[in-house]
């Protein structure tokens, strides 16, 4: 008997999933503002790398963080180092890292997918989806509370990491 690679081990009700999606995309609008409020400072342009970040609470259904990170160019047209920013109160605010209890990367041969918030239990990755994606307002990288199961085994290889800014500097950014 063949063991499925990976197991949903938490699935919303349709109502469930349908305020989730709206609470997402309420906080990429945050995400948009946050973009925007960057470009007037003059601390990003359209050739920036940049990513929207959204992370919701594993525990509810509510989103906790809404954040972009991004890295420019300098003049002679090297990177600069990844920055992080968030709006507080109405106020742009530098973050160093983004809280995480951990991520890893998993590549299944075909597809590649990260969890957060991962443990792990003999053969098997325990954790909360990681969805990257592009959007119309660029790429999209929301770290859900969609809760699953991986079979290690099944994987061809599989990258842990400490923080989200560790992550976004080695494999996204």
């Given at each position: 008997m063949s063991k499925k690679t990976i197991t949903v081990c938490s699935e919303q009700g349709l109502l469930g999933r349908g305020l989730y999606k709206?609470?997402?995309n309420a906080a990429l609008k945050e995400c948009s503002k946050i973009k925007e409020t960057l470009k007037k400072k003059a601390l990003i342009d359209k050739d920036d790398l940049n990513i929207n970040i959204v992370v919701s609470d594993p525990v509810d259904n509510e989103i906790k963080g809404k954040y972009v990170a991004y890295k420019g160019y300098n003049r002679d047209g090297s990177l600069k180092p990844l920055t992080i920013h968030t709006m507080e109160n109405g106020q742009l605010m530098k973050v160093?890292?983004?809280?995480?209890?951990?991520?890893?990367?998993?590549?299944?041969?075909?597809?590649?997918?990260?969890i957060h918030s991962y443990s792990i239990h003999g053969n098997y990755a325990e954790g909360y989806l990681v969805w990257n994606e592009k959007g119309k307002d660029g790429y999209i990288m929301n770290f859900s509370n969609q809760k699953v199961k991986v079979f290690l085994k099944n994987a061809n290889d599989h990258k842990e990491y400490n923080s989200v800014t560790e992550f976004l500097n080695k494999d996204i950014l």
């Open positions: 709206l609470k997402v160093k890292d983004i809280e995480s209890k951990g991520i890893m990367n998993i590549d299944l041969y075909d597809e590649s997918i990260c």
